[in-house]
């Protein structure tokens, strides 16, 4: 048997790949956050499957069903919000899996921030004007960041963040952006997105805080920080652009 860690996406059972699709239909056993994850992406599992909401549960008792699975000869969707490479304890897992014995592999799925960009239509690299997406996390009772990847450092770059697990600091990260992005820079905030309780929040660095504690966002929230959110005039790039035809020979 095989644990499969399924990246399940934004929420939206229609944003799986054919792949996790697939995979779900084959495992009996299926484990997932019901806190992000809800039953449209649920109903891709097979009739009589164990499901098993793992948002109370530690990471041994995780690996514990994965472990008595595997004894069974059972495979096991593991599903991730997102996509399993960010912020999804794939290593802390497989890691663990690893030192029982047990299989695993990985399947990609759409991440937060690409489905944040797509309801919004925008792309978040711009010519000269923004060719760099940073993609971080915002500290405070979490996991300690690396001393050479503060919030501080990557706006000195000015590129598009994209910020994760950070909405109950909005007003705070903003104030500290705005001396090197500037208080009108855009700022996009899509909470539980392609859900039925999706919500988007467009505004800037000086007024986003307000905007999101008056909406009360707590969880599953990401925000997008940049000037490739309204770029207005720039440049086309090279890729597409008008260039002239030289002959051959």
């Known amino acids: 048997m095989t644990v499969h860690f399924i990246g399940a996406g934004p929420g939206a059972a229609d944003l799986l790949t054919l792949r996790a699709v697939r995979l779900l239909a084959e495992s009996p056993v299926c484990l997932y956050a019901g806190t992000y994850i809800g039953p449209e992406v649920l109903s891709h599992c097979p009739d009589g499957a164990t499901l098993i909401d793992t948002a109370q549960l530690h990471l041994d008792d995780i690996i514990g069903?994965?472990?008595?699975a595997h004894e069974r000869g059972e495979d096991v969707a593991r599903l991730c919000s997102g996509d399993p490479s960010l912020y999804s304890a794939v290593a802390e897992q497989t890691r663990r899996l690893d030192h029982a014995g047990v299989?695993?592999?990985?399947?990609?799925?759409?991440?937060?921030?690409?489905a944040a960009a797509a309801l919004i239509g925008r792309e978040l690299t711009v010519p000269e004007l923004a060719q760099t997406v940073v993609l971080t996390r915002a500290q405070r009772e979490s996991t300690k960041m690396p001393e050479t990847e503060s919030l501080a450092h990557f706006a000195r770059s000015r590129a598009t963040l994209v910020l994760h697990l950070a909405i109950r600091r909005s007003r705070e990260l903003a104030a500290s952006l705005v001396g090197d992005y500037g208080p009108d820079c855009p700022v996009v905030?899509?909470?539980?997105?392609?859900?039925?309780?999706?919500?988007?929040l467009r505004g800037t660095l000086a007024d986003i805080g307000e905007q999101v504690e008056r909406a009360g966002l707590r969880q599953a929230a990401v925000i997008l920080v940049g000037w490739a959110l309204a770029p207005g005039e720039f440049v086309e790039s090279h890729l597409y652009g008008t260039r002239v035809r030289r002959p051959v020979g």
């Open 103 to 114: 299989p695993w592999d990985v399947t990609p799925g759409v991440p937060a921030y690409a």
């Open 65 to 68: 069903h994965c472990v008595a």
């Open 189 to 200: 905030v899509v909470a539980n997105a392609e859900q039925p309780d999706q919500q988007i």
